[in-house]
């Protein structure tokens, strides 16, 4: 079964950084393209990047493009989102999702980011 357990969410004033962190089993993690996804209150899923199963290769929404580092540890079964330079239209849910570069996939339970101005 797959799982994915996002964490690291939290509340941070606006030009802050954070990172979130997310959990993967049930497969074989380092074979996957892996995104985050987030979904900002009354809005749909909004892809924000994607890395490739070896981490070499990512990619990223234009709004989060500069800010934002995904990486992963295939040995650890990880994913990360650094965030810096955090806006307050970065507030969402994020969620970690197997998947590709436009995925909309909301894969675990999510992890809250609250960015105040």
């Known amino acids: 079964e797959v799982q994915l357990v996002e964490s690291g969410g939290g509340l941070v004033q606006a030009g802050g950084s954070l990172t979130l962190s997310c959990a993967a089993s049930g497969f074989a993690f380092g074979y996957y393209v892996m995104s985050w996804v987030r979904q900002a209150p009354g809005k749909g899923p909004e892809w924000v990047s994607t890395i490739n199963g070896g981490g070499d290769s990512t990619r990223y929404a234009n709004s989060v493009k500069g800010r934002f580092t995904i990486s992963r540890d295939n040995a650890k079964n990880a994913l990360y989102l650094q965030m810096n330079s955090l806006k307050p239209e970065d507030t969402a849910v994020y969620y970690c999702?197997?998947?590709?570069?436009?995925?909309?996939?909301?894969g675990g339970q999510g992890t809250q980011l609250t960015v105040s101005s």
């Open positions: 999702a197997v998947g590709g570069v436009g995925t909309t996939s909301l």
